[in-house]
């Protein structure tokens, strides 16, 4: 308990009391197992995003839109496994095609002939910029060669980025840029990457194309999430893509679209519901039907710079992943995108408004300011003055509120991101919103909100 408590005081964070001593009491297993293995694994979390207040609930098993913990507690998931479970867990269809194709093998070391290229027929068949598709295995690699594919094509070296975005943990993504804002540099990443960096301002478009314009003869590559998920599910407008596209295109630079988030908003992704194509796009999260998957995709030009047998024999770009298109990742993942129709993904955004909207409901009838954000199946919630549509206006939300209004909903049973961000699978119903929407406001009233 102690531990649990200063990492809330360490944060600023003031927890309810009420809220506080129901979650222990509904958690002790969870607790318990944590603190055991704490020792052996920082923050006891193996790999994934471990953020929770007071201490996260320890999950261990999936069907359909419900998750159950340690404790026998059962939540509604709105997390999704970290933005993976499209399908919702233990989706029959995926199950079988992994099935099968464990009893033929999962690993070999040659090029697929089968799996790989229906993979790859299907996201070039959905996703209007793909001309050429690589697989690898998790988002932040995809980024990694997608910008590494954009300088070589390019000859230039400095990469943009949005102030507020997040494209995994290489030390580029991490950093923030001296162009625009405070340099930020984590820890253990030499300085010297700030040097290659410029960061653009999120949803403005003259203030985005103005630093472009005055950085164009270095700039290879600008990488844009056109949903910003780790920074509060904040959907770029039309406007401000349709911009990007143009002044990147006159100015020689490679625009990447980070699809690993959007990519399940629409068919055919982010880019196919604002009608801009990008010159690349990185996938990953639920194109692996729950295992891990990722590829960079993108025109023909550009893709074929990994191809020796167009450079007489010596590819410009060298990628390799050695788990990268394994192939109970390709069964699982051609299995989840077939299920995802069009129809599943209307069917998805519909659940999604009807939250967005019933959150916005709540801020005007009870005169505060709460308000939603997102797109398709991503909402975010927020507490704030201002309407949140950039890094700015997410830094003037109000954390110690939602991060109670996380916890009285984890305590009514429903799981989700402890900074106010949520996901919908292709399970979850309009019921199910509307049964969150009324824990939403009963926990208004308890914590003293409205």
Partial sequence: MTTATGSAAAEGIALDPGEERRYRERTPRSLELLERTKPLIPTGHGGGMWYQLPYPVLLERGKGSRIWDVDGNEYLDLRLGDWVMILGHANEPVRDAVVAQLEKGTQFGSPDWDLSYRMASLLIERMPSL???????????????????ARAHTGKTKLAKMQGSYHGHSDHMVTGSSTTAIAQVAAGIHRGVLEELVELPFNDPDGAEDVLERNAAQVAAVIVEPVQGGAGMIPATKEFLRRLREVTERLGIVLIFDEVVTFAIAYGGAQAWFGVTPDLTTMSKAIGGGLPLSAVGGRAEIMDLLDPDLHAGLAPVTSVSTFGGNLASLAAGIACLEQLTPEVHARIQSVGDRARNGIDELGSSYDIPLHSSGLGHL?????????????????????????NLHLALMNEGYYQMSLGYFLLSAEVTADDIDGFLAALDDALRRLGYA
């Fill in 131 to 149: 001309e050429r598709v690589r697989f690898l295995v998790s988002g932040t690699e995809a980024n990694l060669l997608a910008l590494r594919l």
């Fill in 379 to 403: 909402f975010g919630m927020h507490w704030a003055p201002e309407r949140v549509v950039d890094y700015r206006t997410r830094m003037e939300v109000d954390r110690q509120k939602i991060v």
